[in-house]
């Protein structure tokens, strides 16, 4: 590895004049500056192994983009400037940025990059080579004024360092399966726009302060999430993780629906504000807020056993199904209030294919209060259920089973006939 | 607008702060807003003034959506 040291003169650098070694730095190299180094601009697209900036106090502008294989030191008393280069880091290293501002920013390939101080990017901010890398970034932050754009495919970025969107731009990824994995924050006074689905996962997300413009997004979350984003809404959210925890430390906020593909438990002092579509066989465990779930909108339970668990119940303004393809069991917590306030019903059932809603704990009943109807349900059958705190709920062709304030309208297994009494003046039109 | 901290706690890596921002309006709204793994005071107040420009943002484009439906309004009934 040879060493390039920037000259008095400075210069281009793809110029052999601006080195003092009098050849232009190339993959392999090291290049350093001196107190009395001269101005050096990036003029074309450039590499080389490492850069260290001690000592160096003129301007570094950037006119193109340089690669870098190692350590990248920049310093206090240097000057950036230029606004199209982007500082490229291909190999695990550590990256001082010395307070300056890059204009561009990218890790290019599956690397550990660790962070010396708080490093600020005006530009885009790129993680990934548009492969499927798995990127680790450590210690300190980053904040991105720009566009965080993620090119990982399906690998992750984790570590330690603090992420910031802090300036207007883009949040993409090119890629949902990969999933960024630091923790991430929204502070800005500027406008961050969710592009697509992005991907969210084993991290704190927070938002601060910023418009966030969310028009067809969806906010995509795995495993072990923490999520403070009260301030804003998000639009559509969803998770497939089972067995995961979702830390809600203030409410969740969406316009859209909150997709849920597996069995999670849901904890904080935040609540589920917003459309819940539950998609598979799964136990939810509220832990969170006062009620787990609490919104206006509709709760809709899968075609498939559901069980609602933990020590929070819900608030919802419709609670239905989907249609059922076979009998479905949805379990509800005794010691829990479930609460529909709206309408209750159901999806499609048939005689053979009916929907049960039981208590947890047979013999024991639940709470599930319909503050207003329509109550009205088609082959359901409740079993330790009590609504006596709402309106009576209909269910036609139902077993009710130690269940208050339910009437089956036409039980199971009756022939179906209807009688008419009355003083046999019969029907009129 | 001006802005006055109402508290400020602490729970694990977040700072949440109780504002009240008075808009341009005279309006007043409190929200809290947490700040993650703040640095130092000053990154709470860039956190706290950031959403002062976010909030007063909201408030503009809430009366500006009224004022287009109104106009909007009266455009129908020509």
């Not at chain 1, 450039?46 to 003129?58: E, G, K, L, Q, R």
């Not at chain 2, 309006?27 to 703040?38: A, C, L």
Request: hydrophobic content about 35%; glycine content about 12%; aromatic content about 6%.
């Amino acid at each position: 590895m040879a060493t390039r040291t920037i000259a008095n003169g400075g210069g281009n650098f793809s110029a052999a004049g601006t080195w003092v070694e009098g050849v232009a730095p190339i993959a392999g190299d090291a290049c350093v500056a001196t107190a009395t180094s001269g101005q050096l601009t990036i003029d074309v697209a450039s590499a080389c192994t490492s850069i260290d900036f001690t000592n160096y106090v003129n301007t570094l502008t950037w006119n193109a983009d340089l690669t870098t294989a190692g350590t990248t030191k920049f310093v206090a008393g240097m000057t950036m400037s230029g606004t199209v280069g982007t500082l490229v880091l291909s190999a695990t290293c550590t990256l001082t940025s010395g307070g300056k501002t890059l204009p561009n920013y990218k890790i290019s390939g599956s690397i550990t990059v660790t962070y010396a101080d708080a490093a600020r990017v005006s530009g885009t901010t790129t993680l990934g080579a548009n492969a499927n890398n798995t990127i680790v970034m450590t210690a300190q932050s980053l904040r991105c004024d720009g566009n965080l754009t993620e090119q990982h495919g399906t690998g992750t970025v984790t570590g330690t360092c603090n992420v910031t969107l802090g300036g207007t731009g883009t949040w993409s990824t090119n890629n949902t399966t990969g999933s960024l994995r630091t923790n991430l924050t929204i502070n800005t006074a500027g406008t961050v726009t969710v592009s697509g689905t992005v991907n969210y996962s084993t991290g704190t997300l927070t938002y601060t302060a910023g418009t966030v413009v969310v028009t067809g997004s969806t906010l995509f979350f795995g495993t072990t999430v923490t999520l403070n984003t009260s301030g804003m809404n998000w639009e559509a959210i969803s998770h497939s993780s089972s067995g995961a925890t979702f830390t809600l430390n203030s409410d969740l906020n969406f316009t859209g629906t909150f997709t849920i593909g597996g069995g999670s438990t849901y904890a904080g002092t935040g609540e589920i504000k917003g459309n819940v579509t539950i998609s598979a066989a799964s136990t939810h465990t509220l832990n969170n807020g006062t009620n787990g779930i609490n919104t206006t909108g509709t709760l809709t339970l899968p075609n498939a056993a559901t069980t609602f668990a933990g020590s929070k119940g819900f608030s919802v303004g419709t609670m239905t199904t989907t249609d059922l393809t076979a009998s479905r069991i949805h379990t509800l917590t005794f010691g829990n209030t479930y609460t529909v306030n709206t309408l209750l019903k159901n999806g499609s059932v048939s005689n053979s294919i009916r929907q049960a809603i039981k208590s947890s704990s047979a013999g024991s009943k639940v709470v599930l209060t319909v503050v207003a109807g329509p109550a009205d349900l088609v082959y359901c059958d409740p079993t330790d259920i009590d609504s006596s705190g709402g309106v009576q709920v209909f269910t036609h062709r139902g077993t009710v089973a130690t269940s208050t304030n339910w009437t089956a309208t036409i039980p199971t297994g009756s022939a179906g006939a209807i009688k008419f009494a009355g003083d046999g003046g019969g029907f009129v039109g | 607008m001006t802005y006055k901290i109402l508290s400020v706690e602490a729970s694990d890596e977040t700072v949440t702060t109780t504002v009240c921002y008075t808009l341009a309006d005279g309006k007043t709204i409190t929200v809290d807003i947490p700040h993650f793994s703040p640095a130092s005071d000053a990154d709470v107040i860039e956190g706290i003034q950031n959403r002062e420009v976010t909030e007063q943002r909201r408030a503009d484009a809430t009366v500006n959506a009224s004022k287009v439906a109104e106009s909007l309004k009266a455009s129908l009934s020509k």
